[in-house]
């Protein structure tokens, strides 16, 4: 017999890429899988219509305020033209509202009021209509620059030939205020993070239990190295749970640009407006993605063991449980050190792998530097290939153990069953 | 006779080894195999030396350890004690794309597609998935089951779920086969197809291993059988020398039924009916059937029998091993 098509042996990637290929392809395709994209749609879709709907009705109303520093002449100018054109252009322009500190204070410093994070304006113009300046973030000044432009126009004339020119100032905050500021998005990251692991990795623990139902688990164990069906499998998962954080994402998205004033007015929370983390949004979001990888392959190899030792999915829920809350557990201690950067809490935190992910999102937030994400992405790998490891072995001892004709059950805890065929053949 | 008897005496380190007569490499070699689940010896130094080309039948009651023997001659749990080789590896994974296995207990993913399933189980020993397929078609149709090639494994019947197993346990043509126990499950007309099957593998220079509770399935096809009861193998060797470990046994028939003739026959002699049954006496038969004629027997019918294979277990493993591996046969296999 010829052996020329078959390749060499396989290595632990390619075998595990035959396991990783047909999974992904099995779960993908399986109406399971389906409904359980749609399931939190079902909700977004709800909202989103409602978001919709209220967003239209109340689109002047959740306009952002801009507050006005002027005289009080150029205020009621610059309030008369807005009622102008707000009728024409909506929520193209923003709302404005004169600032009654400014008012009441002749050294009013905008800069200093915007710095200090007081009043809820997205930008504060002072100056006339004639000569505006526009003070305020960068990502708000280049927002409002163009309409508080025309409206400038039209406060000084009827009939403007011309756009004022406008001065900007970018008001940049303080080291302090920055920290303090992007708290916010390193929870709201770590949180993120959190649910979806939850969410997706428990696919993962009932695919072991589906494959010894399935009886194929001996073919794949007698073919292939253990840990290389362990590793394909986690993979696959990953790569579904990637689709599905699309699926999601691109309907949330959709939200967003449907909805996303209307959230924002309803919630009290503007996510444009959150501050932007220490290594930068593009690096943030690509390091989210790797920290959810690693957070997800190390929860995922856990409930891969636990479906490998299990036997019913009753006792997958039972031994699933303790894994949760310790999942629970690390996820508060992750959230708990966020404010407390460099201290042995922290440490403890990066240190042990499963909260390793979230407290190092949360640093990828509060702090730039790059090469402690590579040291612990090096190390959170290392636990997912020991977990791996140990999973294999585990299995290969406790569930290779007999024949098709003195398998015993085994309880997980107490004695042991009584069975006079065990071991058997 | 191409595998020579061996007795394991159970001592690793001085247990001589089967040699193969006509000095065939060997395919699968073990030495003091012992394996223990939970303090009990599941495996207790089984030594096992199969050439290549050989179909070699490991053969037992249920709950003898033959799964268990299997699973460390292909490396899916490691022995605690001993050695395996695998044409001449340590680990039989480094030469998966070498080997096909069907298990006992026959597990294919429901919904996939028998052609498919086929070129997955190909996939995992290292066959490209298009060459697979390509061959998964070919085998499908020889062996009468082109039309099923698109439908799912769910809506097969087990007999056509087995045979598409065993064609995923030979698409990647591997040089050793190993099922365990295949015949099980299997009405009479596939068990005769699988026979043919094996035999065909072996005359394509395949190794065939199978495991079985059914000495005849061994007997037709095996010419070397490891004999495995209560974790221990206490014969391994040829099917011929196993046979030949029992005398063969005489059967007469006699017009007389008295006489001095009757003190010539051997003490052990059982009589059954209108016969005499005893083994063949170690000097021949001739001496005896002289004395017979002398004494006027009266000699009606005379036979010599050899041992078959049963009567060598029996003999081998004890009565008890044969009287579970009897009623084995009795009940269907979970």
């Known amino acids: ?425 | 006779m191409a595998v020579s008897d061996h007795t394991s005496s159970g001592n690793h380190g001085t247990a001589t080894f089967a040699i193969p007569v006509d000095a065939r490499p060997l395919a699968v070699e073990a030495r003091g195999l012992v394996k223990s689940f939970d303090g009990t010896r599941a495996v207790d130094g089984v030594d096992i030396a199969i050439p290549e080309g050989a179909i070699y039948g490991i053969l037992g009651p249920n709950g003898a350890g033959k799964t268990t023997t299997l699973r460390m001659l292909l490396g899916i749990i490691d022995p605690d004690e001993g050695v395996r080789r695998v044409f001449g590896h340590d680990r039989p994974h480094d030469i998966g794309r070498l080997i096909g296995y069907l298990p006992e207990e026959r597990g294919l993913y429901p919904a996939m597609k028998c052609i498919e399933a086929i070129a997955f189980m190909g996939a995992l020993r290292g066959l490209p998935l298009k060459e697979g397929r390509k061959r998964a078609a070919e085998l499908l149709e020889r062996h009468g089951l082109g039309y099923a090639a698109n439908r799912q494994i769910r809506q097969l019947s087990k007999g056509m779920a087995q045979t598409v197993q065993l064609l995923g346990t030979l698409v990647h043509q591997p040089r050793l086969v190993v099922l365990d126990e295949p015949f099980s499950g299997l009405d009479a007309i596939n068990q005769g197809k699988l026979e043919l099957m094996i035999r065909a593998l072996a005359e394509d220079g395949v190794t065939v291993i199978f495991s079985t509770h059914v000495i005849h399935h061994a007997e037709r096809l095996c010419e070397g059988v490891a004999i495995i009861a209560g974790g221990k193998v206490p014969y391994a060797g040829s099917v011929e020398a196993a046979r030949d470990r029992i005398p063969a046994q005489v059967r007469l028939e006699t017009r007389a039924r008295e006489g001095a003739w009757l003190s010539a026959l051997p003490a052990d002699t059982r009589r059954n009916g209108d016969f005499f049954q005893f083994p063949l006496p170690a000097t021949g038969i001739e001496p005896l059937l002289r004395q017979l004629i002398e004494g006027e027997a009266g000699i009606l019918s005379l036979s010599i029998e050899r041992a078959g294979l049963h009567d060598a277990f029996v003999a081998i493993a004890g009565e008890a091993a044969a009287r579970q591996l009897e009623a084995d046969n009795q009940e269907p296999r979970a």
């Open chain 1, 1 to 425: 017999m010829s052996t020329d098509m078959i390749r060499p042996r396989l290595n632990a990637l390619e075998a595990a890429w035959v396991i990783a290929r047909r999974d992904f392809v099995a779960v993908l395709f399986s109406r399971a899988f389906l409904f359980f994209l749609l399931g939190p749609l079902f909700p977004v879709f709800v909202g989103g219509l409602a978001g919709s709907i209220g967003g239209q009705v109340q689109r002047e109303a959740v306009s952002i305020d801009v507050g006005l520093a002027m005289s009080a002449g150029d205020n009621a100018a610059m309030i008369a033209a807005h009622d102008r054109l707000a009728p024409q252009l909506g929520g193209a322009v923003p709302a404005l509202r004169a600032v009654p500190e400014a008012a009441s204070d002749p050294t009013f410093n905008a800069r200093a009021f915007m710095e200090a994070r007081r009043g809820n304006y997205a930008a504060i113009v002072t100056g006339t209509p004639a000569a505006p300046a526009l003070i305020g973030t960068e990502g708000q000044i280049a927002r409002w620059q163009g309409p508080i432009g025309l409206i400038a126009a039209d406060a000084t004339s009827a009939a403007p030939t011309a756009f004022p020119v406008i001065t900007t100032e970018i008001v940049t905050t303080s080291a302090a205020s920055e920290r303090s500021s992007r708290i916010q998005t390193a929870q709201i990251a770590q949180m993120l993070l959190f649910l979806l692991t939850m969410l997706l990795a428990g696919m993962v623990l009932s695919n072991l239990v589906e494959e010894k139902a399935n009886k194929i688990i001996e073919i794949l164990a007698a073919a292939i190295p253990m840990d290389a069906v362990f590793m394909g499998k986690l993979f696959a998962m990953l790569g579904v749970s990637f689709v599905g954080i699309a699926v999601w994402g691109s309907a949330a998205w959709g939200l967003w640009a449907v909805g996303g004033e209307a959230i924002t007015q309803v919630s009290g929370f503007d996510l444009t407006r959150l501050p932007a983390p220490a290594v930068g949004w593009p690096l943030f979001i690509a390091l989210g993605v790797i920290y959810f990888s690693m957070a997800y392959l190390l929860l995922g190899a856990l409930f891969l063991t636990i479906g490998a030792m299990a036997n019913t999915v009753r006792e997958v829920q039972t031994l699933s449980m303790p894994v949760t809350m310790l999942q629970l557990m690390v996820f508060f201690l992750a959230a708990f050190t966020i404010n407390q950067p460099g201290s042995g809490m922290e440490m403890a935190a990066i240190a042990f792998p499963l909260s390793s992910p979230f407290a190092m999102l949360a640093r990828a937030a509060m702090e730039p530097q790059l090469w402690t994400h590579a040291l612990a992405l090096a190390w959170q790998a290392l636990a997912v290939i020991g977990i791996v490891k140990g999973g294999s072995l585990l299995f290969r001892k406790r569930v290779m153990k007999s024949g098709g004709a003195g398998r015993v059950k085994q309880p997980w805890f107490g004695r042991r069953a009584p069975g006079p065929l065990e071991p058997a053949e």
